[in-house]
């Protein structure tokens, strides 16, 4: 800090010409001073640097006793000397030099030229016509100006970023907080398996020493029974030794031998023994039994802080509040339809939902009541592939049959967009007012996401950076599509089985292709997709009846099920209840699947 003051004085010296002594006097005055006895210190002149400061000027900033005034007057022939009362320094104006006029002082401002200006400036017309003001009143404004924004700074801008700091301490005490829960869950999870496998080995163990003593037994009276016969043999041996031995032929006559029976051997006993067959995981295999981390994001959000008033603001932006996800969803409502075969629903509003099927009519349903509104047709006639609502409020829906994308505003249905060789499907609205639509070629051979404002194309995304198609394109494929709160486009794609998310420039992100086990364990075949206020991104699931429920990176997180039946397209409303239309039941069902802040 006194190497800045030194060198502001340095500056200050040479601006003001030849007084040099003031780089002096800060030496003598600060960098010489001890810290401990500073206080008692006497202000020396900065010419002669021993007497007692008396004066000062006002125009060179420099300490000056009585003796010295008239030497620092002719060291600066040139200046306009202000030399006062040391009390009273800093008590005369300085005027600005004029940059055009040596010697002359500013005391008036020209607005159009925005700079000041001396008398011998207006004498000479340079500013002729122009609009000139004394300038005192240029300083007060200023003054003026700097003192709301000293408030601004002080009463405002500090404590918010105060505020701010204190967000980010309590956000690093979560983290350290957070991350030592998660380390605690998993080392007692690694426990929890190491119980499983010790108990799992014990049992093995146990039915190993079953199996050993079970034919140890069988061997074993088997070996009994061949040293019995082995006994028997010698005592047999030892009979025929006496027949032969023997000269009392009645004896002879009356021994009868066995060999025969010994001939037969018994059977050989085939030892079978049990084999430990190890099953080998795989890295992958062994993260998806024991468990896996979510993702984790640390990102800015786009509104960022607001600043801190003591008025609320409907404007100032905030970020989310943060929800979990319930242990067990629970169905709120049921809206019957009416369709033959029900397609798509869209949010109007958190009481009133749009919904589309088999036919050419579109009606609009009381979510509370569960009653018909409202009912539109199509244009064309043909049934809708998707149907979407627009940041205004107006239903848009495509007609793939008519290859055009249509917006229905007071009843009254206008052509926006109409395409050549290529059908829409999938359909949504986007933040920024846009609207994306997801569409294949005649030919099925080619599939794409384009960006619209209005009717105007205002970008393509079709392939990933090793030029891949990135979307299935046959015929019978099914795309829908949505927005996430990140800005990343996400696809539901029936053909490749998988969500395929992009970045909002088109880059790939990740593909998600289900997880396994699947509540009906079946193949993934991902129908209508949404997201939340959380970015997670929600796919149904139509061969196994459920929602698959994904973070914006891709993770799994859960499976949504509640009796679901075929379910189709999705929406969520601005509470994060979820919409799911059951195709073949043609029901809709409101589920709340996120705790309620």
Known sequence: MLYVIYMYLENVSTKYGKCYHVSWAFKSQYLKMDPRTSAQDVMRCDLCETAVVQMHCDTCLVNLCTACIGKHILTGESKDHKVVKFQDRKSTLLYPECTTHNKERCKMHCKQCNIPVCISC??????????????????DKKKDIFKKERNELNETIYPTYQDIASDVQNKISQLEKEYGDLSTAITKHGEDWHREIDKLVNELKAEVDVMKNTQLQTLQKYLDEINKTMSDIKDEIDSIEMAIDTNDLSNLFTITSNVQRYRNLPSRIMLSLPKFIPRKLQGEELTKLFGSLSSRSLTSDKHGYSMKTTQKSPEAGSSPPVK?????????TTIDTGYRELY??????????????????????????????????????????????????????????????????????????????WRPYGVCSTSSGDFLVIMDSDDNKQSKVLRYSGSTEKQTIQFDDKGKPLYSFRHYDIH???ENRNLDICVSDSGAKAVVVVNQAGKLRFRYTGYTPAPKNKPFSPRGITTDSQSHILTADDNNHCVHIIDQDGQFLRYIDCGLSRPWRLCIDTNDNLFVAQCLNKQVKKIKYLYSI
């Not at 539109?376 to 239903?395: C, E, H, W, Y």
């Open 324 to 332: 979990q996800l319930l242990d067990q969803p629970k169905t709120v």
């Open 480 to 482: 829908y599509i949505t």
């Open 122 to 139: 207006i004498e000479s017309n340079q500013h002729l016509g122009h609009e000139l003001s004394n300038i005192l009143r240029i300083l």
């Open 344 to 421: 798509n629903v869209t949010c109007l509003s958190d009481e009133e939902i749009w919904t589309s099927g088999f036919d050419s009519t579109m009606k609009l349903y009381s979510i509370n009541q569960g009653s018909l509104l409202k009912s539109i047709t199509t244009k064309s006639g043909n049934g809708p592939q998707d149907i979407a609502v627009t940041k205004s409020g107006d239903l848009i829906y495509t007609d793939s049959w008519d290859k055009t994308v249509n917006i229905v505003n007071n009843e009254k249905i206008e052509e926006v967009i109409r395409l050549k060789n």
